[in-house]
């Protein structure tokens, strides 16, 4: 089965369960999507934790996925009321001070030596993937939070599959613009973001009341979001040239691992959010 057909399949597959987890069980502030999130994220995190080994930094397979989650967990007890948004930082900074407590105490003399190198690549794992897509699920604090996560994921998977197509059909003599991600071409770059700003435009159509009523709203929310996609499939794409691996992992098929499939949500969703708040007050 070549690439294309295994992205095919797992669109077949993932779409279905979208849809449900969105529309059909939405209880609970989407609690089901919520912890697939959550999962996502700490699947993301162990396969990232696999890239920070091929560069010889060791990380613990429990504190990673510790890490990768604390964000997602602590936004599902923020949308279902049950954690209020303002202890986030206080428990972040005691999450934070155990990690650096346990690695200052710890008896291993070889693990000492490292500790300069896991104690940052902890904290990345803080940032990516948990706390851009824990952005994902802060979107239930909306009255209309399953229409604005359609909107979102259809900026994002439209940008992503007119860029494919785009790229693969118009693309071979622009190809290389940028050095991490050699297959991306400039033909992919302009039909993935064209995509984009026309969905907007017509979501614009049925739901003007999204965007304030402003088409311009809606189709630079669409750009920024196609753009933002694309800055996230290149960062991933960047840490996986300096682990010199060509994918995070194989879970996903034809798409790659987990963080393949989800690196252009991570950097668009917390963009999405705030230009929701925005246009939400």
């Known amino acids: 089965m ?17 849809i449900v987890l969105i529309f059909i069980l939405p209880h609970n502030s989407h609690l089901l999507l919520n912890i697939l999130i959550l999962a996502l994220s700490v699947i993301g995190g162990l396969e990232a934790r696999n890239l920070f080994t091929k560069r010889k930094t060791i ?12 964000f997602p967990l602590f936004s599902i007890f923020i949308v279902m009321g049950l954690l209020s948004e303002q202890m986030i930082i206080p428990l972040l ?22 500790v300069l190198e896991r104690l940052p690549a902890y904290c ?16 239930n604090i909306f009255a209309e939070s399953s229409l604005m996560l359609v909107i979102f994921l259809t900026f994002v998977f439209s940008n992503d599959t ?8 118009f693309g071979q003599n622009s190809r290389g613009i940028f050095p991490v991600s050699a297959k991306k071409s400039l033909a992919g770059l302009i039909g993935g973001l064209t995509a984009a700003g026309i969905a907007g435009y017509i979501y614009f159509i ?3 009341h999204i965007f ?5 709203f809606a189709i630079l929310t669409g750009l920024g979001i196609g753009f933002t996609s694309v ?3 290149l960062v991933e794409s960047a840490l996986k040239r300096s682990a010199d691996e060509k994918d995070s992992g194989t879970l996903m098929g034809g798409r790659g691992g987990v963080l393949d499939s989800i690196d252009s949500i991570l950097f668009s969703a917390p963009l999405y959010y705030y230009i929701m708040l925005y246009m939400q007050n």
Request: charged residues 15%; proline residues 6%; positive net charge.
């Open 93 to 114: 900074a005691i999450s934070i001070g155990i990690l650096f407590m346990r690695e200052a105490l710890m008896r291993d003399k070889d693990l000492i030596q490292s």
């Open 206 to 208: 049925f739901f003007p």
């Open 124 to 139: 990345f794992l803080l940032i990516f993937p948990g706390f851009f897509i824990s952005f994902l699920i802060r979107l």
């Open 231 to 233: 800055i996230g499939d």
């Open 162 to 169: 007119f860029a494919y197509f785009s790229g693969m059909l």
């Open 59 to 70: 990380l613990s397979p429990v504190k990673t996925a510790i890490f990768s989650g604390i």
């Open 212 to 216: 304030k009523n402003n088409p311009a």
């Open 2 to 18: 070549n690439n294309l057909a295994k992205r095919i399949l797992l669109a077949v597959v993932a779409l279905p369960l979208l």
